[in-house]
């Protein structure tokens, strides 16, 4: 059974930092895309971030500069580390897996004050 785990989301002021993690099971996170996706209210889910079997990553021109997705094979965890955050960063932020089959986490809410 495949499992996509997030946590670390949380409240925090704009311009904090928080780093969401994704843990799974079932699947290797070296042998999958990763990518971490968000939905605010209202809003279609968006990409924001990805990286590749070959480690190479992709962002959404809004987090560029901010945000940094990471692996860690041994742990079988991905990351989002999100710096400087701002208030239209609040969203559910989902995990996913996409392989020959895509696999989502049931997300983690990110609420950013002013």
């Known amino acids: 059974q495949v499992q996509l785990v997030e946590s670390g989301g949380g409240l925090v002021q704009a311009g904090g930092s928080l780093r969401l993690s994704c843990a799974a099971s079932?699947?290797?996170?070296?042998?999958?895309?990763m990518g971490w996706y968000r939905q605010a209210p209202e809003k279609q889910r968006e990409s924001v971030a990805v990286?590749?079997?070959?480690?190479?990553?992709t962002y959404a021109d809004s987090v560029k500069g901010r945000f940094i997705i990471s692996r860690d094979n041994a742990k079988n965890t991905v990351y989002l580390q999100m710096n400087s955050l701002k208030p239209e960063d609040t969203a559910v932020y989902y995990c996913?897996?996409?392989?020959?089959?895509?696999?989502w986490g049931q997300g983690t809410q990110v609420t950013v004050s002013s």
């Open positions: 996913a897996a996409h392989g020959s089959v895509s696999y």
């Open positions: 990286i590749r079997l070959a480690g190479t990553t």
């Open positions: 079932g699947i290797m996170v070296s042998t999958n895309v």
